[in-house]
């Protein structure tokens, strides 16, 4: 599986992103996900969205700014960033895994960082 995400930059606070991530070399429909690293921190889940149904999981933090969504035709995740705050800036990563899926994410039984593959990270610099 690869995957290639895009999308970062560099926005004033309120400022909005819209993030994407392509995957490849699969064919099924597995659980995707984003989550984020900033420096000198612990990476943190973001959100998760299951297979093809769709069911969705937001950290707390971002529920009512960040939406997750999907295109299976594309094999594309999103992440729409709305309300940017200095604290989301972060180097952000996607994920997908065909085992694990956001039923488990949401329950706490695992981790979007747990997911068997990561793509290559885009930054996300909010600042005035």
């Known amino acids: 599986v690869q995957l290639q995400a895009s999308g970062g930059g560099s926005v004033q606070p309120g400022g909005s992103l819209r993030l994407s991530c392509v995957a490849s070399?699969?064919?099924?429909?597995?659980?995707m996900g984003w989550f984020r690293q900033a420096p000198g921190k612990e990476r943190e889940d973001v959100a998760c969205?299951?297979?093809?149904?769709?069911?969705?999981w937001h950290q707390r933090s971002v529920r009512d700014r960040f939406a997750i969504s999907r295109d299976n035709d594309k094999n594309t995740v999103y992440l729409e960033m709305t309300g940017l705050k200095p604290e989301d800036t972060a180097v952000y990563y996607c994920a997908v895994d065909r085992d694990l899926n956001c039923f488990q994410v949401a329950a706490g039984r695992a981790r979007v960082t747990d997911f068997a593959s990561w793509g290559q990270g885009t930054q996300v610099t909010v600042s005035s």
């Open positions: 070399g699969f064919t099924d429909y597995p659980a």
């Open positions: 969205i299951s297979d093809r149904h769709g069911n969705m």
